[in-house]
């Protein structure tokens, strides 16, 4: 070998001597501390993991999964009568079977929500990863990876309610949800699984549930859906709010086309089917006006809320037996509709109304169906341009005297405009029909009666405070264009004819503390102002206060605990869980029975002479005993009427939700008093009404008209007469009730003999102590009598010796007594002349 080669060896020996000298990478202290650094990492990011994941696996523990049977069922409404009225939810649910549901309806589900629903156990790793690579792509998260089980787990067990804000709360929640669906795969079926899924998720338009989704948007059963049709509801699930149909049928029907994608996708259909469903135009069922959107099903709900608690009323199932009578409430409802448009109808009116909003809202409707892409862009944005109602509104409330249940409740004209139960939740002032209770409370004291008289007269319009701070008190409550003072006017006539003047006057000495006092009572819980202006019910008031505080005239002073719509409640399996006996309610007492029977008989007066005359006059008012006050608002700006029979109490509102005059002279007998007619009309057959007794203990009294006094039997008026021309003398008296201890001893002084047809005496024997001269002095006339201070004889007086009761005297046209003949005794001294008579002819015999 040459030296070249010797060479080679030697590099060859060097090489392997180096090469068994190089230390492995992995014997290397670089790589012992890596594996060190790393080990040390992993175990601490373990930690972490058990920190924060096993509490949360411990805490999907603690979830009952029997709760996700737990979904709410309707709930029956039964009227006072027990016959079914409709059925009421918390959810629009109704449950079906899963093989009731089509085999193209599961698979448009499975292709849009969970692919790899019949593979997976209840977590979709693989869609996981799919989902995250997707976002990362987009920069967003665009893709979720939600199987229908963790839907089912975050609906069933309200999981959303876990998060706070944060990223880190959404993860925690997101890892409680990965453990409760992996629960619900072990516990449950696959079938049972997507039975309880499809029954309890919202399909958007209220539609709670694959049935009612299939009722409301196509007014068909689950079973009868064909594949386009169940390709829409499973498009909506994404978003309902967004992307259900009636409203929204553009979006819902690129939502329909993506599931026809990943239908195609799967296999499920062909790309023909594909290309022929997807052109196809979304197509809706026209949607029937729920019967539960009306203020009866809303104000029962919220009663039911409160009674069993928010979470057993969204379970429902119960048996709901209400006040409600069908027939009342339907008459009320029209009374509202026909009385408001004859309004609407009056050259006065130049508001808004119901007919030209009812335009307005179909015009919004076409825009909205339209392609318009302005009004579509935002979400909400509908709402927000949809018109509001600014017609002329109404509100009606019906109710049980004895026991406060309601009979009838509207609240408004239409629920589906506006939801605002102006029956219940209104308050407006009440103007003169609030004057009752001023009158009812003066007259718990002996000295006030509806006889006293009050000053009468203009006043400063500086002590009330009402339009303006300067000038004349108007007298609006009249329910006429022009009122006519007097130098006094009675209590009842003041009331009756709602004087404001004499009521302001009769306010200032009764005090307004009393006043309020008094309102409490009545149950009226709305604050009344600290001004006068309380005293013609300027303070805002609720229709169902003012329905409950009238009761107490018919109720002898005493009034029911409250209003009330629900009667009684079974659950699902028939236990009562609620029920009001009406043994046992004891009413409140407001006042006594004198001053509530005093009120009652002015109201009555009001009805039949007052203002509310034209009840009976030009409403078709039936005959039967009723009481009513009118109550018109300054400025014409609200309208009332309340008023009742023995067994029922009814008040009726008017007016502008933005509070505005009606119209100039828009009385309130003319606009809600015939409402109030045709509601109380329709409650003569069931609940007759009755005569209210006078209480025992009452004083009645005769007093004249006229005088205000004590009457007598010279207390007669000439009218005219209709029939024969001329005048008539009729007694112009009535009965007043008086406490015992009143103070009301003078009589009237204003009528003489030559008032009194026949020539009757001056006085009441039974008043005077004496019997009535049989000549009277002309010059005595006028002139008080000395009157005896009590009664001539104590005790039972069976023949009418200290009573005498007049009779009829029958009178000429002219008022003048019709003389009558008398008989005349013979004089005996008298000479008679002979009387002559002819003598016979002589008889003649026959042989």
């Not at 149909?245 to 023909?272: E, Q, W």
Request: net charge neutral.
């Amino acid at each position: 070998m040459g030296k070249k080669g010797n060479e080679y060896l030697d590099l060859l020996r060097l090489g392997g001597r180096n090469l068994r000298q190089r230390v492995p990478f992995f014997r290397r202290t670089w790589f012992g501390v890596l594996v060190i650094l790393f080990l040390v990492f992993g175990v601490a990011v373990l930690a972490v993991l058990l920190a924060v994941v096993r509490p949360l696996r411990e805490q999907a523990e603690l979830f009952d999964l029997d709760e996700v049977h737990k979904i709410e069922r309707a709930s029956v409404i039964f009227d006072r009568k027990g016959d079914e009225m409709g059925r009421i939810y918390v959810f629009n649910r109704t449950p079906v079977k899963i093989g009731l549901v089509p085999m193209h309806f599961i698979q448009a589900l499975t292709s849009e929500e969970d692919s790899r629903f019949f593979q997976h156990s209840g977590v979709d790793y693989i869609g996981i990863v799919r989902a995250m690579w997707l976002n990362y792509k987009a920069g967003a998260e665009t893709q979720g990876a939600s199987t229908i089980t963790q839907q089912l787990a975050r609906d069933a067990f309200k999981l959303k309610e876990l998060e706070t804000g944060q990223k880190s709360s959404r993860y925690k929640r997101k890892l409680v949800e990965v453990f409760l669906a992996e629960r619900l795969e072990n516990k449950f079926s696959k079938s049972e699984i997507l039975e309880l899924y499809l029954n309890r998720i919202y399909f958007g338009g209220g539609f709670y549930g694959v049935q009612a989704a299939a009722q409301g948007y196509f007014g068909k059963d689950v079973k009868n859906l064909d594949l386009l049709e169940s390709a829409t509801i499973c498009g909506i699930i994404k978003s309902p709010n967004n992307l259900q149909p009636l409203r929204f049928a553009d979006r819902c029907k690129k939502a329909r086309n993506h599931v026809l994608d990943r239908m195609l996708d799967d296999g499920y259909i062909t790309g023909s089917e594909y290309r022929k469903y997807s052109e196809q135009p979304v197509v809706t069922t026209t949607r029937v006006a729920d019967s539960r959107l009306t203020y009866v099903y809303e104000e029962v709900r919220q009663e039911v809320m409160k009674i069993v608690g928010d979470e057993a009323a969204q379970l429902g199932g119960f048996k709901i037996y209400t006040t409600i009578d069908r027939t009342l409430q339907k008459a009320a409802e029209e009374a509202v509709s026909k009385r408001l448009a004859e309004v609407e109808n009056r050259a006065s009116y130049m508001h808004q109304t119901y007919a030209q909003y009812r335009v307005l809202l179909e015009d919004f409707k076409k825009k909205i169906s339209s392609k318009d892409k302005k009004l579509r862009s935002e979400e909400g944005a509908a709402e927000v341009l949809r018109p509001q109602p600014e017609y002329l509104q109404a509100a009606v409330l019906m109710m049980d005297n004895h026991d406060g249940g309601v009979l009838a409740m509207v609240g408004g004209r239409n629920y589906l405009d506006s939801m605002f139960n102006r029956a219940v939740q209104s308050r407006r002032p009440a103007g003169t029909a609030f004057l009752p209770f001023l009158y009812a409370a003066a007259f718990q004291k002996p000295e006030y009666f509806p006889g006293l008289h009050i000053e009468d007269g203009p006043i400063d319009n500086r002590r009330v405070m009402i339009g303006g701070l300067t000038g004349i008190l108007g007298e609006w409550g009249t329910e006429q264009d022009e009122t006519k003072y007097a130098d006094t006017i009675t209590a009842r006539e003041a009331l009756l004819q709602s004087r404001n003047a004499a009521t302001v006057r009769l306010g200032e000495k009764i005090g307004l503390e009393w006043l309020k006092e008094f309102a409490q009572k009545a149950g009226i819980k709305s604050t009344l102002r600290e001004y006068a202006s309380s005293f013609l019910g300027a303070s805002e008031v609720k229709l169902d206060e003012m329905c409950l505080a009238y009761s107490s005239f018919a109720n002898s002073g005493k009034r029911p605990k409250e209003i009330r719509l629900v009667q009684r409640i079974t659950d699902k399996d028939g236990k009562v869980i609620h029920q009001i006996k009406e043994d046992t309610e004891d009413g409140v007492t407001v006042m006594d029975e004198i001053a509530a029977y005093q009120t009652h008989t002015c109201l009555t007066d009001a009805l039949k002479r007052g203002t509310g005359k034209p009840a009976y006059d030009e409403y078709g008012l039936e005959s039967f005993p009723a009481a009513g006050k009118t109550g018109t608002n300054y400025d014409f700006k609200d309208l009332w009427f309340v008023g009742y029979t023995s067994a029922v109490t009814c008040g009726v509102w008017c007016g502008f939700d933005q509070q505005k005059s009606i119209y100039s002279g828009a009385f309130s007998n003319r606009i809600v008093l015939p409402i109030w007619v045709d509601a109380m009309n329709a409650t003569r057959k069931d609940y007759k009404p009755e005569e209210i007794a006078t209480p025992q203990d009452a004083l009645l009294v005769e007093v004249c008209r006229k005088s205000g006094l004590r009457a007598t039997d010279a207390c007669y008026e000439k009218v005219p007469d209709p029939v024969h021309g001329g005048s008539r003398s009729v007694r112009d008296t009535q009965k007043e009730v008086l406490r015992r201890n009143s103070a009301f001893d003078n009589y009237c002084d204003l009528h003489s003999n030559a008032d009194v047809p026949g020539g009757l005496g001056a006085a009441r024997p039974e008043e005077s102590g004496a019997l009535p001269p049989s000549d009277p002095n002309p010059k005595l006339a006028g002139i008080e009598p000395v009157r005896m201070q009590g009664p001539v004889l104590l005790g039972i007086d069976p023949y009418n010796s200290v009573q005498p009761l007049l009779r009829a005297v029958p009178v000429n046209t002219d008022g003048t007594a019709i003389k009558r003949a008398l008989p005349v005794e013979e004089d005996q001294s008298a000479v008679l002349p002979p009387i002559k008579l002819q003598a016979p002819p002589p008889l003649k015999l026959e042989p």
